[in-house]
């Protein structure tokens, strides 16, 4: 008989949990669906129309489904009553973060798995009915084993578990459209009647706005496997074409054009290939080096280093960008000043989790210049919060140091600027951008000007550089200010 989803609680109220729940929820007005967290502070933003994560278009989405109105009862609700919601549900997501281990055996580069762990035991604990479970985060192979064995030893007699990995493939920034329109879902189960049941439970949820054959149904192991995989397929791209934009540098080849001219070939289509300063983010570094340890573990080394040179790469690149701030500012940073333009990983999102702004802020920190950061999304706090846990020298630096609350007031005084974000405002390309509702107080779609490079050079000292990280302005019309403009991977 087939199982019909009522209630679903999700554990984690994150960049993965949130926006994932609210999109099942506003497409199921059916079924219940509970985001958990033991962060109150969290949860309470999730009420609030000032959401804890900035993406475009989640707000609609999540007051469409959460908010009272006269045709629709909300159903989408945000608790840190974890117990009551896991005893209530038939189907748990489990969206908690899976970071790399920080201490032990395969610290800096397995994935800690306590989170989930922790998560998992609390489900044993108080459930008091069949649950499926479905592995959301990112796990490494067989994760879903140590689950089985965790929810054997906790649970009550006579309860069955039924465990499903379903990895999400969202890209921040555009989680919204990527959630409504995936490119697949990919749910993976054991092979067994119960295991086929749970499967095709959740792949009716993923029904109600997903076509059929985008919903794929395979092997629990081969779905774990196949999240790493493509995180790490996606990585490569980056790091192939960053490593042929150092060439580019030297043989007088443009990056932007040989990235175009290998898109077109369809076996290898246009996109992840844009050159940059590195890419960032919390998932692609820690998943590569997940998916190495694993090869390693498995005594398969040649196959760990072929991933871990993603990393390396990427580590080159940031270094490799820096050192060119270096040699173009006459080899000395000291007392020079920095205008940092964008400190997120990538535009349309506040999130700085590994961003390439972190290693390159610290680089020329300790070069002895001055930084003055400006990001659209990014707040203060949470810039020298990142640079204090992340960087070597911010505890002497700090005075070195000013986050502006505009690219303007970041070049007051500033020899260069130096673009980490590739936020649409930033480009002297075309005139003006709007940027979608969806962030709490920024509700408004605001209609954002684009930076007026004139205006901008008018505080600068000269000469005046622009160290362009994302390939994003016109260096000809920059040129004609009066910028010196370099490049990713042009002469
Ligand atoms: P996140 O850190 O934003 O959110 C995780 C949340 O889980 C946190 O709010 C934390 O408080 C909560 N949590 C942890 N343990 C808990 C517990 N035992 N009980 C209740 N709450 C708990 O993480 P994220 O970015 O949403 O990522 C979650 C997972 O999804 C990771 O495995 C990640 O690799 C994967 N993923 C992330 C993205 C992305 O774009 N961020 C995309 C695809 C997959
Ligand atoms: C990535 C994947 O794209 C998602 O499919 C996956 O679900 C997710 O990781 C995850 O598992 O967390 P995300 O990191 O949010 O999503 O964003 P991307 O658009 O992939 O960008 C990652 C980094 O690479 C950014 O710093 C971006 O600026 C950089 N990048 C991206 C490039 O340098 N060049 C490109 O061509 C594309």
């Known amino acids: 008989k087939p199982i019909r ?47 804890p994560i900035y993406e475009p278009g989640l707000l609609d989405v999540v007051r469409a489904a959460r908010d009272a109105k006269s045709k629709r009862t909300p159903n989408l609700f945000f608790s840190t009553d974890v117990d009551r919601c896991i005893a209530e549900a038939d189907l748990i997501l489990l969206s908690v973060n899976t970071p790399t281990k920080s201490l032990g055996r395969g610290a800096g580069h397995a994935s800690e798995l306590s989170y989930l762990e922790s998560a998992v035991r609390k489900i044993g604990e108080v459930a008091e009915s069949n649950k499926i479970i479905v592995e959301k985060s990112t796990v490494p192979c067989r994760a879903a084993d140590t689950l089985r064995d965790v929810l054997a030893a906790t649970a009550k007699p006579g309860i069955h578990f039924e465990i499903l990995s379903n990895p999400e493939f969202l890209a921040e920034g555009t989680a919204i459209p990527n959630l409504l329109n995936p490119d697949r879902i990919l749910i993976g189960s054991l092979k067994t009647p119960r295991g086929l049941q749970a499967a095709q439970a959740l792949a009716d949820v993923y029904g109600a706005w997903v076509d059929h054959d985008r919903i794929i149904t395979i092997n629990l192991y081969s779905s774990e496997l196949a999240k790493l995989a493509a995180n790490a397929l996606l990585a490569q791209r980056i790091s192939s074409v960053n490593a042929l934009s150092a060439m580019c540098e030297s043989v007088g080849a443009d990056i932007d054009e040989v990235s175009y001219a290998i898109g077109l070939d369809k076996r290898i289509g246009s996109r992840m290939l844009k050159a940059s300063v590195g890419f ?42 820096t050192r060119r701030i270096v040699r173009c500012l006459y080899n000395s940073l000291s007392g020079k ?16 989790r590994e961003t390439a702004a972190i290693s390159v802020v610290d680089n020329v920190l300790t070069e002895g210049a001055n930084v003055r950061i400006y990001d659209p999304l990014v707040k203060e706090t949470q810039i020298r919060q990142e640079l204090k846990s992340t960087t070597s020298r911010l505890g002497c630096a700090e005075k070195q140091l000013v986050v502006c609350d505009s690219a303007y007031e970041a070049c007051t005084g500033a020899d260069a600027v130096i673009i980490l974000t590739e936020w649409d405002e930033f480009s002297n390309r075309s005139e003006v951008v709007r940027r979608d509702s969806g962030h709490g107080k920024k509700t408004k779609a605001r209609s954002e000007r684009k930076v007026d490079w004139a205006r901008a050079a008018e505080v600068m000292r000269r000469p005046m550089f622009v160290f362009d990280g994302r390939n994003i302005v016109d260096a000809g019309a920059l040129e004609e200010l009066g910028f010196r403009v370099e490049c990713i991977g042009k002469a």
């Open 5 to 51: 989803i009522k209630k679903i609680c999700c554990i984690g109220a994150g960049y993965v949990g949130g926006p994932t729940s609210a999109v099942i929820a506003s497409k199921n007005p059916d079924i219940q669906v509970t985001v958990v967290d033991y962060n109150r502070e969290r949860i309470e933003a999730w009420q609030t129309d000032d959401l």
């Open 280 to 321: 960032g983010g919390s998932c692609f570094r820690k998943d590569i080096l997940s998916l190495a340890y694993i090869a390693e573990s498995l005594h398969l080394f040649e196959v760990a280093d072929y991933w871990r040179s993603i990393v390396e790469i990427n580590e080159y690149q940031k270094d490799r960008f």
């Open 337 to 352: 000043t920095l205008a940092v333009w964008g400190f997120a990983y990538k535009k349309d999102t506040g999130d700085t």
